[in-house]
């Protein structure tokens, strides 16, 4: 990494309890990460991102109250250099280029989560 950081400071955004978790325990047992808070719909999320400031914000695209994509559009105009990355097991075009637009800057399957310490860790570097 080009700028070392005791920690990476993620915040997972998920209405699916057992996909925190996943992510939780994927994310945890290494030693590079720090859960910092997880939230279960789109508002809690932006709520937590604005208390917290993690350094990377996994975000859900389908969530109730406030989806992904709207959640995302709102923390990158107050943080463009935020760090989002959007998980969705939907995923269509229409999705990844509206994410892309925003400025996301990493938009995932969620049939390839086993690849987001790999994913984060490129984005911070």
Known sequence: M???IATIRVLIVDDEPDLRVLLRTMLGIDPR????????DGQAGLDLYRALEPD?????????????????????????????????AFLNDA????????????IIGKQRLAEIGDEILRLVA
């Open 2 to 4: 080009s700028q070392q």
């Open 33 to 40: 990460f720090e859960i910092v808070g997880e939230a279960a």
């Open 56 to 88: 990377v914000l996994l975000l859900d695209q389908r969530m109730p109250v406030l989806e992904g994509l709207e959640a995302a559009r709102l923390v990158l105009h107050e943080h463009p250099d935020q760090i989002v990355i959007l998980m969705s």
């Open 95 to 106: 999705i990844v280029r509206e994410a892309t637009e925003l400025g996301v800057q990493s």
